[in-house]
Every structure is written in C-alpha cells, then in structure tokens.
C-alpha cells in the first residue's frame, strides 16, 4: 500500500485503510487502548490501537508506519483519527537511549546549548520546526519576486584571494600553497556580473564574517539574501525595489505560512507603501531630543537602533525604518559618495523592530573615482586588478544591498536570539553539529 501523508486526511478517507509513516510524538496508554499522535513532515493525527499485548519499543520519537482505518471522531484533532491492530504498527527504528529532552517542550524551558547540541532532534518540536519552513519560504520568496523583476541568480566564489573590504574581519584558510579567505559578502561579483551585462543579479548564499562578538544579534556564518541592479538613477530606486519586494515577501509568508504563524503566536507586520527614511543627522537630532541618548559618529549603535525603531512605531506608525547617509569613513570603499558632500554617502540601512536587517547603497561605477577611493581608504588597486577590470569597460551607474535571512527571520518569528533563526548556528564558541 502506498504511503499518504498526515495533511491528505480528509472525510473522504473515513472507512478505509491507510498507510501512514513518521515520528510518534506522544503516547497514552489506557487499559488495553493504546493513543498515539503521530508526526510527519505534514501534520498529525491520533493513532489508536485496541490490544491487550503493549507492543514493544513503542516510544515517544520512534518512527513507525502505521496501516489502519480512518474513523470520524470529533474529539480527535482534525476530526479524524486512524485505528490499527498490532499487525498494522512497524516499528521502523526504534528509540535506543533516552531522550536528552522532551521533544515537546524544547521551545519552552531547555537549554540553548542542549538544543543546539541535539539540534536535529529539537527540530521535531513544531514551533521550532515552523521557525525553518518560514525561513524557507523567506528564500523562496526573494527569489520568485527577483525573478519576476528581470534579475538572474548567480552563484558566487566562497573561497576568496582577499576581502571585500579591505581584508578585515576575515577568516583565512590554508589553499594548497598559500592564504586565502572565507568571503565577506559576494559584492565584488555582483557588481562584476552587472557590469558583465546582466544588469539585475541576486543571491542567496553563505557569508562569512570574523567578528569577534558573543551578542544574541550576531553570529559568524549567515545566509546573505544579496541583488544588485544597474543603470539606477539614484539609491532611492534600490530603496523602492526593497520596499516592493518587502511587501511582496509578507504577501507570500502569509499564504504559504499561515499555520506556522499561528503555531508561533505571532502576526505578520505590514509594509508602508513608502517606508519613511531618515538621516543619519536626523537619527542623531531624535537620539538626542526624545531619549537623551548620545549617538557614535558611525551611526545608531544597538541601543540607538531599538530607540529609533520604537520611535518610528510610535510616531510613523511603522515597523521598518530607513536610515541614510552614513559617513563615507563607516562604509566600504566602493560606495558611492554624495559629490557636494563627500563625507556623506549614497547609503542606507534599513531597521526593523530594534535591528539593522538591510544594508545597501549606490555604488561608485567610474574607474579612476573607484581607484582614487581606494588610495584614500589605505589599498592597493593592483590588489584588486581582477574586480576593476570590468570598470574600465562602461561599467553603468549601480547599487544593490544585503538581507541578513537570520535577522529577518528572528524578527519576523518574534524570537530573542539570531543563533534560533540559524539552521546549524556558527559562533566564536560553536562548531558543531
């Protein structure tokens, strides 16, 4: 008989014989009644078995395969639950030592590092489980709204002959004979692959980033949700295309996630039409004016991102906020600077319930300005021959920007820590599993 899953029960069912697989999540023996709630990837339903002989290594998390009728049962979860005989229940591998938890109550009151230790397994529990296929859905969203713009997905080099910039922040890796890197960011090819003539290019891959920090909002390995766009008039076109693409992501989460959503106890913000943005300056004026609070002259520092957000809820009735203008000494040596004012660049960040999810900005496409700029920032071009070469062949006005998935997914699921929006986290003290 050929497997159905748990989500295709249905009232049409009742009456007949089923084969069902997956993971037992609870078991509650009553006299010679056995009830099981039994997990696959889709769902669950209540199993129950009629017998006088206890099967054994019948166990919370064993994975079974079950055959029996379906039977209509109000009381039951769904309205339905399946009843077998001993003959019906395989017992498809069984539970050999106790478990380090229950399953059950790994969202609540578990240690981290017990979870993270065992994090296959914490993954069974369902708000956990909801955690990823809204993440999932996140990358398959970004990639069908980019898609349907006219951009081409790219996949990028990880291993890297220096950093994007300027060699800090960098894990380096031994490379046959001689020292390389773990890529910061794929911006050096993005904007390679616009100027190749592809003009609209995106990414969803690994970056790395050797920061020495320990906070719930950093970790060292992330999944970086990159696109870069050419012949922009302006960053306020990257800023439009992030907002619309916003708004088309929380579209989508909320047709495809709607359970996970619901499991999680958490609701889906809006998108403005136009999310308001302030300067850097402005941000400054606010800080100062309204929470007596000092800014750092590179920008909102944590706290300063958490005050601003709060404001911008309370005051522009809005979750997301742009931040602008950022000094040209706190950015990456190819952005692009405001020529009237080149201590100021064409940059942004973009804030959401307390923290910087996005960065981006236009990026400087003239040869010899590019170059100037790197002199000034301390580098070498011919350190960098390979990412100029295709600026001096029309390399056309760009920008682009990067979404931190972890960050965006630990907001959006209402959770306290990054590394619980990380599928396998990777920090200063982590490495496995």
Known sequence: MKRILIKELNEKFIGNTVKLQGWIKTVRRLGKITFMMVRDRSGIVQVVYEGDKVIPLIAEEAAISITGKVIKEERAPGGIEVHTLKEGIELLSGVVENLPFEVKKADQSVNPDKLYNHRALSLR??????????QSALMNGFRQFLLQEGFTEISTPKIVASGTEGG?????????????????????YKQMMVGAGYERVFEVGKAYRAEKHDTSRHINEYVSLD????????????????????????????????????????????????????????????????????????????????????????????????ITGFPSTKRPFYTMFDPLKRNITWS????????????????????????DNMVK?????????????????????????????????????????????????????????
């Not at 004979?177 to 911006?187: C, D, I, N």
């Not at 990257?238 to 709607?258: A, G, P, V």
Request: net charge negative; charged share 20%.
């Open 125 to 134: 529990n369902q708000k956990l489980y909801s955690i990823f296929l809204i």
């Open 348 to 371: 942004f960040d973009l804030l959401f319930r307390g923290i910087e999810v996005t960065t981006g900005g236009q990026r400087i496409h003239d040869y010899h300005m590019l170059t």
């Open 168 to 188: 800090t922040e960098l894990f380096s890796v031994d490379y046959f004979e001689q020292k390389v890197y773990l890529a910061q960011s794929p911006q050096f």
């Open 377 to 433: 920032f301390g580098l070498n071009p011919e350190d960098y021959t390979s990412y100029l070469d295709i600026f001096k062949y029309g390399m056309p006005p760009h920008g682009g920007l990067a979404i931190g998935l972890e960050r965006l997914t630990m907001k959006l699921c209402d959770l306290s820590n990054v590394r619980e929006a990380s599928l396998f986290p990777r920090d200063r003290n982590r490495l496995i599993p």
């Open 227 to 322: 696109f870069e766009m050419g012949f922009i008039e302006n960053y306020q076109e990257i800023m439009d295309m992030e907002t619309r693409l916003l708004s088309w992501l929380l579209n989508h989460l909320s047709l495809s996630c709607s359970n996970s959503f619901n499991l999680l106890g958490v609701s889906l913000p809006t998108v403005p039409e136009k999310i308001p943005a302030i300067s850097v300056e402005q941000a400054r004026e606010i800080l100062k004016e309204k929470f007596t609070k000092q800014m750092p002259a590179s920008g909102p520092d944590p706290a300063g991102e958490r005050l601003l957000s709060k404001w911008a809820s309370e005051e522009l009735n809005s979750e997301w906020l742009f």
